[in-house]
């Protein structure tokens, strides 16, 4: 349950509106470990499509610390965070191996990397393009990497192509 050989453990810490920078940098110049994975989604504005970075989970931030040392209280008080997330007394730890495969998933700057090991058949929703947001199900997967996919439109099944990219599996 420990995030690295300091014998730490990752806990979900929720932030006040719109401090999500303010609160990640705060937690680093203090020494805490942050995480916050991203994913890239396309909205509609004004009539145009436009690609928008956004947290996974808004509203939370990843800290790992030393529940032990009673840094919970330092974290708690820190610019941009309102509270840790508790059951009872004292943060519940995250599961590790939670935190971790999702560290897998991200690259360096915490943007989740497209997703791997689509099958036909798979759900999956998609994360860029006109059809954000839409759900479909995977048809066809092509060697080049290009996804065939079957949505409901309007009605009648029909079949998109798209970048594995632009998708997510729920």
Known sequence: MTCCDCGSSWFLA??????????????????FRTFMPLEEQTRNRRGRFVSVTRP????????????????????????GIARLVSFGAAPAA????????????CD???RLLPTTGLQPGD?????????AEFVAQVEHIDPDRRVW?????????????????QMRAI
């Open 14 to 31: 929720q932030l006040k509106p719109n401090c999500a920078r303010i609160a990640e940098k705060n937690l680093q110049r203090q020494g």
């Open 56 to 79: 996974l989970f808004p509203g939370y931030i990843f800290v790992a610390f030393d529940r032990a040392r009673g840094l919970w209280r330092t974290i708690n008080s820190t610019r």
């Open 94 to 105: 995250v599961p590790q191996d939670l935190v971790a495969r999702l560290m897998q998933r």
């Open 123 to 131: 759900r999956v929703i998609l994360t860029k393009g006109p059809f």
């Open 108 to 110: 360096d700057a915490g």
């Open 149 to 165: 996919l079957l949505m409901d439109i309007m009605g009648s099944r029909s079949r998109v192509m798209a970048g594995a990219d």
